[in-house]
């Protein structure tokens, strides 16, 4: 099932991490109820109606400008985000699955679930580490909607089709595409 790309009015994606998509469904309903426009449809995908045939949007830019908080949701996928998915104590990439998260002052002794106390961790370090106070590789800081921008735009990104690519302002040699077959 293909996915359509979601634009701000500025025309940015409307969040970078994770990238805003919306269902062919849900951006039909949308240019229906006109609170999106079509940028661009898939060449090889027509849905047909009992009336109507209507090529499906690949991206749609919103009718209204969306604001960005600055604030970052404290999420298990954020902190990895943050931390670009290295331990931060053996340094070493891992994917999600591998990760934990780890409390630099554990909370047996204080420490809580925040920001500034929580760092990437794989589960081997977690496990060596335990309740000891081991000093992370970078220390641990809140990070605003741009710093997380900028760290996203580091990473990888798997995109359904070729023409998001002028939309999202990402690095190509960062960028894979997936042509997926239509349903």
């Known amino acids: 099932m293909k996915d359509v790309l ?12 994770p990238l805003s998509t919306i269902t062919w469904q849900q951006a039909i309903k949308a240019l229906y109820l006109d609170k999106v426009t079509v940028l661009r449809s898939y060449d ?3 849905c047909h109606s009992q009336h109507l045939a209507l090529a499906v949007p690949s991206v749609v830019m919103m009718a209204n400008y969306h604001y960005q ?6 999420t298990r996928r954020n902190i990895f985000l943050r931390d670009r ?35 990437t961790a794989c589960q081997k370090c977690n496990l ?17 909607y741009w710093q997380m921008v900028n760290i996203a735009k580091t ?9 998001w690519q002028e939309y999202l302002q990402w690095p ?12």
């Open 6 to 17: 979601l634009l701000n009015q500025d025309g940015n994606p409307l969040t970078l991490w």
């Open 44 to 46: 090889d995908w027509i």
């Open 69 to 74: 908080k600055g604030t970052v949701n404290f």
């Open 85 to 119: 998915f290295h331990c931060q104590y053996c340094q070493r990439h891992f994917s999600a699955d591998h990760l934990t998260i780890d409390h630099v002052i554990p909370k047996s002794r204080g420490g809580g679930m925040r920001w500034k106390n929580v760092v």
């Open 128 to 144: 060596t580490k335990g309740a000891n106070i081991v000093k992370p590789s970078q220390p641990p800081f809140e990070p605003d």
């Open 155 to 163: 990473l990888h990104i798997q995109i359904p089709d070729r023409s």
């Open 172 to 183: 190509k040699h960062l960028v894979k595409i997936n042509q997926a077959k239509a349903a």
